[in-house]
T-cell receptor, first 114, second 113 residues
Framework: AQSVTQLGSHVSVSEGALVLLRCNYSSSVPPYLFWYVQYPNQGLQLLLKYTSAATLVKGINGFEAEFKKSETSFHLTKPSAHMSDAAEYFC????????????FGSGTQLTVLP | DAGVIQSPRHEVTEMGQEVTLRCKPISGHDYLFWYRQTMMRGLELLIYFNNNVPIDDSGMPEDRFSAKMPNASFSTLKIQPSEPRDSAVYFCAILSNWDTGYTFGSGTRLTVV
């Protein structure tokens, strides 16, 4: 069974500072990994995904993530935070086998300080 | 989220009433999922379908919950009778292929009073 752990339920950064949101996964099969963003009272928007191609994945809004199998990690980064990045971020894992369900982490609320 | 249309966006109902949530995928897909989001439990998978057939319903909390997918363009999640603890945001999502990934609808916010 797959699982995801997001370290830090709340992260605060200053505008212009580096954003680093941590995600570790557990999977019995080669995983597919995803980051989603959720703005207040809205649905989930896909930021980026890893599906066994390049280990460094670039997404929308300047975000990127690196798949590190040895560390079972898929941390999300952005070099310079913008006020509009304030939202909740979810890491999720899906098996590449017959099981297609997406298992989510508990989420990280990102606050961007002026 | 143009790929998935959910209705209604908001639903307020009294305890004991039947509630039906609707999901209409706009784009092609092989898989359809129902998730529930609460502050306490986060995002939980309730059930998912492959080619309109239920594959895993182990997340459906009780017999009060049921889901159907009569065709590739429509799915419903029904709660009968509803209880206050069912209050949550319910999301429908689809998976077409790994290039597009999972696409979520805007959700239905259910409040049971």
């Amino acid at each position: 069974a797959q699982s995801v752990t997001q370290l830090g339920s709340h992260v605060s950064v200053s505008e212009g500072a580096l954003v680093l949101l941590r995600c570790n996964y557990s999977s019995s099969v080669p995983p597919y990994l995803f980051w989603y963003v959720q703005y207040p009272n809205q649905g989930l928007q896909l930021l980026l995904k890893y599906t066994s191609a390049a280990t460094l994945v670039k997404g929308i809004n300047g975000f990127e993530a690196e798949f590190k199998k040895s560390e079972t990690s898929f941390h999300l980064t952005k070099p310079s935070a913008h006020m509009s990045d304030a939202a909740e971020y979810f890491c999720a894992v899906s098996g590449s086998g017959s099981a297609r369900q997406l298992t989510f982490g508990s989420g990280t609320q990102l606050t961007v300080l002026p | 989220d143009a790929g998935v249309i959910q209705s209604p966006r908001h639903e307020v109902t009294e305890m004991g009433q039947e509630v039906t949530l609707r999901c209409k995928p706009i784009s092609g897909h092989d898989y359809l999922f129902w998730y529930r989001q609460t502050m306490m439990r986060g995002l939980e998978l309730l059930i998912y379908f492959n080619n309109n057939v239920p594959i895993d319903d182990s997340g459906m909390p009780e017999d009060r919950f049921s889901a159907k997918m009569p065709n590739a363009s429509f799915s419903t999640l029904k709660i009968q009778p509803s209880e206050p603890r069912d209050s949550a945001v319910y999301f429908c999502a689809i998976l077409s292929n790994w290039d597009t990934g999972y696409t979520f609808g805007s959700g239905t916010r259910l409040t049971v009073v």
